[in-house]
């Protein structure tokens, strides 16, 4: 009984504006657990404002009322999601040895497994075509080898990553910036549907949090806490990404680097800490080697797919990267209308991904 | 004393009659214009007077009354002046009435007696051409009103010159056009295709557009050429008729934008309203209507440049005419029926900054703020655009400088060669290109075989196109098949189809 007052009052603490996971863990060291911050006279807790702040104080004295037991046991015993506090089985054990562990997650979806390895895949909210391939091919290929693939649900480099270990039907984690509640950003509310099916989505921040951006720094080093190594595909020179990474190696984890285009802006800090030493990858056997893990042989065989002589033209005219559909045109020396409908039978049979302004690119897995 | 002239007033784009009364009495002397009379028509009397006056005829101090009927429509404009003027120097005896020769008198009257030219002398003509046929107009007007068969027009410079040939001094002669018959008739172009080097793919969808009557929206960053290429458009439409110049020629005429002595339109209009344009001036209107952008564009092309800055009610005033092909206007004077038969082009930047899709990945929109920046056409509307053409930027476009483009000409053949087709195979539709099939018709004349059936599912599921693609796509894989020469729909055609729906596309999971 004691153990689940204690994850009660846990809860209640973790919920109070302004406390975060430090200011968490120094208030049930100085009296010796969450409960006993309940009981705790007011002036004590009046003493503490200078540490504190007495927003924080008033905060606390004010919300150790029936209103807001009620509300946190309608939390506890919520269908929608469920509460993993840093005392259960459930929370990740790389994340507990981070300095500032969050004490209280609320997650969804698959539970999190706990002996598996797991990389954190992270990069830019705007990523170029070959970023985006990128990031869904290492996932696949990790998810594929049993890793679980973490990262933040944003727009770009995230929601490939995600979606491309879905695809492998491997496990994935995202973390929120906001409340469990809330699908930010809004487009992709496809993926927050596929994730609370197959994967797990968690955050640190309690339901109806916006998604204010002081949180996602934040939430980076949960990020690279839950993982043992932070994988970035393409970052901008100040992209969040990067902070991702200081949480990576503050918190003594490997940092791997896939390298861009020089010219490429989305290039520019991954190239910066793969100069750092950023481990360079190339293929997923990088990573994997890292972790210890075998890769299995390969039995994808693409001979399945048959092209005919046009086709062929194509495919061999785009294995230098991405190309447009007049430079197709001129280098294939094909009328526009043959190549528009060889074009589409490329893309219906999976081989090459057309990108925004009629640009083509091969696909990963062809 | 009392006379009676017959003169011809304007409404939308259909004339008729207009008896003009003028009676002179004794009395105090006044000058009285009746009949629901604007402004510009009440201001004749003071040029009447002035014309008649220098043209060295006596103007009656007496008082004149002048009913203009029906007197119960309102009249506008200058055309009546000469008709006073006819009718005043007829009530005082000063022109004799000639028996059997009741001509419709148009013109304006400049202060020194000369005849200048009015609007709308084409529409005029043809409405009341059954009932009257001697005109006498001025000598600017003649090209124009020479276009109407088995009609008498009599030209004339000024006041002098027509009163003298009514006493009899000089000969009646019917204006002969130079060379002029239909036969003369001769479309010409300005803009050609060649001038367009590159943008291949661009110029394939404008002709598949072309051939088949589809309307069509250009997406591509900011100086792509999207506008030239769309001027060009008209110089690969299917040839002008005389019939459709004609009806080009009657709204130019009737909203008075026909130029000095041309007599014809022979070139199909390119219509380019920016985009503070008001729903008024878009599809017509006024207190007496007069055509609007959308029926100058008829037989042409509607381009509307940056159409995501067009007020949204605006765009939505299209979808009707759209549907249509005229436009009906309704006034307290009455509702005005105009033609609308256009094609409509249209251009936008593919998100707010201009830049998504451009190879150097300069774009910093959101995607929200791109979803919002087309997401103002209705979905309504964007579905009147049966093909999506991504205009590349310059980066791409250099690569083919070098190369000569294939001229209207040859482009306007095989248009030619697929509209034909396409009339031969709804002659008992009522229909005349692929554009206007209807659900229906889509079923019965976009057949397709399994094997396509099969590539336009794995397209659905593979590309992530929205439904209301589908049979946009069947119309335009049958406008490909005409330009073959094919009967049948093949599985190729929808291919190269499926590559024009580009706004229907989820480029990423």
Partial sequence: MEQVDEKFFWVWLSGIPGIGARKFHALTKYFGGAHKVWQAPKEKLTQLSPYLGSNVVYEIINQRDNKTLDGISRMLNSSSFRIITLLDDEYPDLLKQIYDPPPVLYGKGCPIINHKPAISIVGSRRPTGYGRQMAEKLAYELAEAGVTIVSGLARGVDAMAHYGALKAKGTTVGVLGCGIDRVYPPENKKLFSSMEEKGTIITEYPPGSAPVAGNFPARNRIISGMTSGVLVIEAGERSGALITVDFAL???????????????????????????????????????????????????????????????QVYNALQEGERHLEELSKETKMDINKLNAVLTMLEVKGIVKQMPGKIFIRNWDA | MLSKVKSAGIFGVNGYIIDVEVDISNGLPVFD?????????????????????????????????????????????????????????????????????????????????TLRPVNGVLPMLLSIRDDYNNIILPKDNAEEASNVSNMNIYPFETLQELVSCLRGESKLIPYNRAKGNKSNFKISFVEDFSDVKGQEGVK???????????????????????????????????????????????????????????????????????????????????????????SLAHHGVLFLDEIPEFKKDVLEVLRQPLEDGEITISRASGSATFPAKFMLIASAN?????????????????????????????????????????????????????EKG?????????????????????????????????????????????????????AFSSMNLSARAYDRILKVSRTIADLENSANIQAYHIAEAIQYRSLDRQYWP
């Fill in chain 1, 250 to 312: 503050e918190q003594g984890r490997d940092v791997y680097a896939l390298p861009g285009n020089i010219n490429v802006a989305q290039s520019a800090g991954t190239n910066k800490i793969l100069k750092e030493g950023a481990k360079l990858v190339t293929e997923v056997q990088d990573i994997l080697e890292e972790l210890g893990i075998q890769k299995k042989k390969l039995k994808k065989d693409t001979a399945s797919v048959q092209l005919d002589f046009f086709e062929t």
């Fill in chain 2, 33 to 113: 214009i009746v009949g629901l009379p604007d402004l510009s028509v009440r201001e004749s009397k003071e040029r009447v007077r002035a014309a008649i006056k220098n043209s060295g005829f006596e103007f009656p101090i007496k008082r004149i009354t002048v009913n203009m009927a029906p007197a119960n429509t309102k009249k506008e404009g200058p055309a009546f002046d000469l008709a006073i003027a006819i009718g005043i120097l007829m009530a005082t005896e000063q022109i004799p009435a000639i028996d059997n020769f009741d001509p419709v008198y148009l013109g304006e009257l400049s202060l020194d007696g």
């Fill in chain 2, 204 to 294: 394939r969808a404008l002709e598949i557009a072309a051939a088949g009557g589809h309307n069509a929206i250009m997406i591509g960053p900011p100086g792509s050429g999207k506008t030239m290429l769309a001027k060009r458009l008209p110089s690969i439409l299917p040839d002008l008729t005389y019939d459709e110049a004609l009806e080009i020629t009657k709204i130019y005429s009737a909203a008075g934008m026909l130029k000095e002595n041309e007599g014809m339109i022979s070139y199909r209009p390119f219509m380019s309203p920016h985009h503070t344009i008001s729903s008024s001036a878009l599809v017509g209107g006024g207190r007496i209507p007069v055509p609007g952008q959308i």
């Fill in chain 2, 350 to 402: 593919p998100c707010p900054c201009g830049f998504l899709g451009d190879d150097s990945n300069k774009c910093i929109c959101t995607p929200h703020q791109i979803s919002r920046y087309l997401g103002k056409i209705s979905g309504p509307l964007m579905d009147r655009f049966d093909i999506h053409i991504e205009v590349p930027s310059l980066s791409f476009q250099k690569i083919s400088r070098n």
């Fill in chain 2, 406 to 458: 294939e001229s209207s000409v040859n482009i306007r053949a095989r248009v030619n060669k697929a509209r034909a087709n396409q009339v031969q195979r709804y002659t008992n539709d009522g229909i005349y290109y692929n554009a206007q099939l209807g659900p229906k018709q889509i079923r019965k004349y976009c057949k397709i075989d399994q094997a396509g059936k099969n590539l336009m599912e794995q």
